[in-house]
């Protein structure tokens, strides 16, 4: 499966905690790609690994974040940092400034105030569609998507079980941006390649 992005006003973000050489063609394939270090495993941080990322990275201009960390995104000297819904902390945002961005994640409109006064700059929303990590009841579906984003006046991510069946529907949300695991991934030659045409549905 080769990936592609043909509307450069969409942004993407790829969580990962390495790199393999399906990743790294897969994700060459993108413009306005963001990768994301965040490590499998609670307290299992591979500085081995952030280094390769970051120097892909680099050599790629791919904007890099590491994940509920400011000190080592200090330490790297990241583009940013990604804050999960766990981290609920507030004031931890030494390393805000011009060039310095903070993401965060959120499931509901308490999360959502807490990413606001976080200053997180895009909100990822999630689950939208099914992935194992949640259970169905958890599942937020265009609907309830919508619904909950309504009025929120940051920008919008979609993330959760985001593939190629279901892409074409991220059209119907007010997302500007998509974020994903798996997706990246794969390497099925058979598929069609991953596009996007819509530039109205984004923006």
């Known amino acids: 499966m080769v990936l592609t992005n043909n509307n450069t006003d969409i942004k993407f973000y790829f969580f990962t905690d390495t ?5 790294k063609k ?4 993108f413009k306005k790609l963001s990768l994301i270090y965040k490590s499998n495993s609670i307290n299992n941080t591979n500085l081995t690994n952030i280094h390769i990322i970051k120097k892909f990275c680099k050599n790629n201009k791919i904007s890099f974040f590491v994940s509920d ?3 080592l995104a200090n330490k790297f000297k990241t583009d ?20 310095f961005r903070i993401i965060g994640s959120a499931h509901n409109q308490l ?26 009841n958890k ?11 309504m009025n929120w006046n940051k920008k919008i991510c979609a993330l959760g079980g985001i593939n190629l069946g279901n ?11 998509a974020a994903f695991i798996s997706l990246m991934k794969e390497n099925n030659q058979k ?13």
Request: some cysteine.
């Open 111 to 136: 999360e959502y105030y807490i990413k606001k006064k976080q200053l997180c700059d895009v909100i990822m929303l999630s689950p939208l569609f099914y992935n194992k990590k949640y259970s169905l």
């Open 26 to 29: 897969n994700i060459k394939n």
């Open 19 to 23: 790199l393999d050489e399906i990743i």
């Open 69 to 71: 960390d400011f000190k």
């Open 191 to 203: 598929k069609s390649p991953l596009t996007i045409s819509n530039k109205r549905a984004f923006s």
């Open 167 to 177: 892409f074409k529907k991220l059209r119907m949300t007010k997302s500007i941006a």
């Open 139 to 149: 599942i937020l579906n265009v609907c309830k998507f919508n619904l909950i984003s």
């Open 80 to 99: 940013g940092i990604f804050l999960s819904s766990s981290y609920k902390k507030i004031g931890n945002t030494f390393l805000k400034k011009n060039n």
